[in-house]
Each structure stands twice: as C-alpha cells, then as structure tokens.
C-alpha cells in the first residue's frame, strides 16, 4: 500500500526521503498546492502525461477544463515551473502531451508548451520522441489522416552535467568475428571494399592513399582485438556524406578535405534507442475507471536512463500511477501526485498487486 502520512507536505516529503523502502508516496490535492511544498533540487527525474485539454470530464476537476487552450497552456507552465524549481540540477523531465482539435485545426499545443519552456523558463530540450500507437483509437474522420502519434518531450534544466546511463538502455551489441581469415565487423565489415576504394581512388593523392591504407588497417586490428565493435569509413568522392560541406560547421568535412578521409565508429556497449517508439496504447478494458492510462513501455527508458537507482521519480499527474508501478519494479523511489482520490487507490492496489507477485 502506498505511504499517505498525516503530517505536512514538506514532512511528508523528508520522511520518505529518508525511508529506504521502495514503495511510492502519493499526494491528493492540487497539483500546484502540493508542489510548491516540495523543497528545491528534490527530485531527481520527473515524468508525466498531463490531461488533454477539453477532452475528458474528470470528476475532480483540475487542469485540462480550461474554457480555452491559451489557459491550459498557462495552467501548465505553471506546472512545469514548479517542475523546474524542485528539480535537481542533474535531473530530466519527460512531458508526454497530446495535441487537441478546434474548430477542425489541431491546436499545436504540445509544441506551444515545448517552445514556451524552451523561451520563457530557459528549458533544455533533448528530444523530441515520436510515440507511435501502432494501432491508434477508432477514428471517424473523413477529411483527415488518423493521429495516432503523441509526442514525449525531454528536458533538462542545463544542457550539461544531468545525470543520463545510455549502458542501461543500449541494445546488446553484436560481436565482430573471423571469417575466412579476415576480420568482419559486427555489421559485415570486412575493409576489403574500402581498401580497393582506396587503391583505385583518383581524389587522393600517393600519400593520402598511403595514410588511409595503414588508418584503416589499425582499425581492423582494433576490431580483432575487441577494442572496436563496428565503424564505416568516409572516404573522399566514394561515400555519400550526411555533414556540411563547410569546414567551418562540420569537423568531418574539414577532416576530409584535409586527409581524405575519415572513420565513423559505432559505441561497443549497443545501440541507443531512437527517438520514434513504437509502443501500443494500455488496454482501457483492463484499466479501472481512467481514461487514458499511461503505458508501463513508455516510462522505461525515461526511468532507466535518467534517474540513478537512489534516485525520486515525480509524477505530478500520476492517474492510476504507472510511473509508480513502473519505477517500483525498476528499485527506484517514487512519488505520484493527482487531485482525485480514487485514481490514488487503484495506484496503491497496483502496487499491492507488484508486492503479491514478489517484485522486489
């Protein structure tokens, strides 16, 4: 069972803080009231999906029944200041928010937000992911293409020092191995392409082609030994190129034009994931009485990636609180804040549910 104490926000807050247990805190009240209790540089990743705007009647009322969008806006950037406030300088907040239509014009409101955070509380944006609903809800619509994307925002307060373990979300990487006495990266290099390219190049010179040939072969030894997973070789006039021309913007161009070459190394640990996630919408019909569940797939990567194992993760909007399950199954602490009770107590029995099964 979530931990509901008697006691003021503030303290409440210390004592969880304080508690080595696992198991969330949750908050009912206004979401502004209970955060502007919460003590500076508190948290360490937050995240959450706020209610569409003029899409749903929760019975509690709270942010997203503003008679106008600008309002909503204005509503929730207060929100993401108090966010911004209590967020540890090392901390990410990942703001997952859907657009709304009116008058048959969608309304632009989650990059309205984006670019007001961005322009007026001085956020950094990381990235912008595509949630890809794969099948999306049912859809009348004649006139249009179906929505079935929303975008997750994430935003730091500085766009150095925050705190973000790629190892923990990288794909396992693929290992080099000998085949025919030659060397084959973990993508099928072998260098044998690149070094004819080389030999047969008319846009390097004798000692260019010299200095590639003996670069590209402490590479493949690189890859022998393990040191070097995978990497593609740029190689003037051969490879298509993805960088500026200008060799005042692009390293890679000016290191071309100087050696005839250059080499692209892939990260040994895997791959990062992109920034398009193809994650399919809960099922409402296993979901008690919320409207728009928020999937566990979803908070994942924000978790792993963004918050240390020691580490608070804040939803301020927690609903039926899967960011709460999702961080308690991950060993991180959790607090989740909504205005309606009865979301919280479906929270607390997902987590009484996690604890049957044995997870952690």
């Known amino acids: 069972m979530g ?73 929730l950037l207060d929100v993401t200041s108090e966010i911004q406030r209590i967020l540890k300088d090392t901390g990410s907040f990942w703001l997952n928010i859907g657009d709304t239509y009116k008058n048959k014009s969608l309304t632009g409101i989650p990059w309205r937000i984006a670019i007001s955070m961005i322009d007026e509380q001085k956020w950094t944006l990381r990235n912008n992911v595509v949630w890809n609903k794969h099948k999306g809800g049912m859809d009348s619509s004649k006139d249009r293409l179906r929505n079935i994307h929303e975008n997750v925002f994430h935003f730091v307060k500085k766009s150095k020092g925050y705190y973000y373990d790629d190892a923990s979300i990288r794909t396992t990487a693929r290992k080099t191995k000998v085949k025919n006495g030659a060397v084959v990266s973990a993508t099928g290099v072998t260098g044998v392409r690149y070094k004819r390219q080389i030999e047969l190049s008319t846009s390097l010179d004798e000692t260019e082609k010299k200095n590639a040939l003996k670069a590209l072969n402490e590479v493949l030894a690189k890859i022998q030994i393990g040191e070097v997973s995978d990497f593609r070789m740029i190689i003037r006039n051969q490879q298509r190129t993805t960088h500026s021309d200008s060799k005042k913007v692009s390293g890679r161009a000016k290191e071309l034009a100087i050696k005839g070459f250059y080499f692209l190394f892939y990260n040994p640990k895997g791959t990062l994931p992109t920034d398009v996630w193809d994650i399919i919408p809960e099922d409402t019909q296993k979901r008690e009485k919320h409207f728009a569940p928020f999937p566990k797939d979803l908070c994942r990567i924000p978790i792993l990636a963004t918050c240390p194992k020691n580490g608070i993760v804040l939803d301020p909007f927690c609903g039926t609180g899967t960011a709460m399950v999702v961080s308690y199954e991950l060993g991180r602490k959790s607090i989740g804040i909504d205005i309606a009770n009865d979301y919280l107590e479906i929270a607390k029995k997902r987590i009484n549910g996690q604890q049957t099964l044995g997870i952690l």
Do not use: A, H, M
Not at 12 to 36: A, M
């Open 3 to 75: 931990t509901i104490l008697d006691n003021t926000i503030i303290n409440q807050f210390t004592d969880y803080r304080e508690d080595t247990s696992k198991i969330p805190l949750y908050l009912n009240g206004d979401v502004i009231k209970i955060l502007r209790e919460i003590p500076d540089n508190s948290i360490d990743c937050c995240i959450t999906s706020p209610p569409y705007w003029g899409q749903r009647q929760y019975s509690n009322g709270g942010i997203g029944l503003e008679k106008s969008f600008e309002e909503f806006i204005k509503n």
